[in-house]
């Protein structure tokens, strides 16, 4: 069975930058996707970005394209999210995904879940 370990998150001004990491350990698989989605207060869970085995195509929510960079380090089995000009509408439990493919994890389909970072934007 796959774990995952997401770190990072923590409490930022408006415009700040954080880099998320999400460490992988069991019977991974090199073909995997891995993932970000993010839950607020009251708002259901949505997918962040995605990418795929190779870590040449990659996926991202229209509200984080531009400003969230998503890559991934097959040697270590580590995936990072890269967070730059952060909002207050970025604030939510940050969750690393792990997937069979990118286009399941774009769709909200993982087979793994972290257990979360908590990441908080305000001034």
């Known amino acids: 069975q796959v774990k995952l370990v997401d770190a990072g998150g923590g409490l930022v001004q408006p415009g700040d930058s954080l880099r998320l990491s999400c460490a992988a350990s069991?019977?991974?698989?090199?073909?995997?996707?891995m993932g970000w989605f993010r839950q607020a207060p009251g708002k259901e869970r949505e997918f962040v970005a995605s990418?795929?085995?190779?870590?040449?195509?990659?996926r991202y929510a229209e509200s984080v394209r531009g400003r969230f960079t998503i890559s991934r380090d097959s040697a270590r089995n580590m995936a990072y999210l890269q967070m730059n000009s952060l909002k207050p509408e970025d604030t939510a439990v940050y969750y690393c995904?792990?997937?069979?493919?990118?286009?399941?994890?774009?769709?909200?389909?993982?087979?793994?879940w972290g257990q979360g970072t908590q990441v908080t934007v305000s001034s």
């Open positions: 995904a792990r997937g069979d493919t990118n286009t399941d994890l774009a769709g909200g389909m993982a087979r793994w």
């Open positions: 069991g019977r991974t698989y090199d073909h995997d996707a």
């Open positions: 990418i795929d085995y190779r870590g040449d195509n990659r």
